[in-house]
């Protein structure tokens, strides 16, 4: 009797743990929203992992899904603007395929290198990770070269809470 009645305490206490801490994190991203609302600076890089977790890419934001919405056809050219750790750009990667290819910029260098290391790990090579100071290096080809999708403005509309 007594060991049902601990293990039933200590299943209600994990419980409220897990709530507790499911509601510090909505808390803490809500208040990072606000924030970013007012004060404009990029994400620490540490926190691509935080917001692109596996319960947010199975169940709320999937990124096939949102690849599929793109309404992307093989070979175009893509460009997405804050990668974080890939997941969706490789999921538009992936519908791209064979000859197309998504240029994912940065202004953190260490995301890019993040990324760089997980698409030589994967073998994906229709991926360009490109730092910001190579975009500006690089501006007057860019601004002839023909994309066919933004991929960051899709991402963005299909779920204006982003």
Known sequence: MDTELLLSFFIQFLIVIVLLIIIYVVFMLTIFKLIRKYYHFPIPAFLTKVI????????IHKPDLIANRMHLEPGMKVL?????????TKAVAKQILPNGTVYAIDIQESVIINLQKRLEKEGISNIKPITIRKVLIMAPKIRKMALDKRASAYLAKSNPLL
Do not use: A, L, T
């Open 80 to 88: 997405e603007i804050g990668p974080g750790k890939g997941s969706y």
């Open 52 to 59: 692109d977790n596996p319960i947010r890419r199975r169940f």
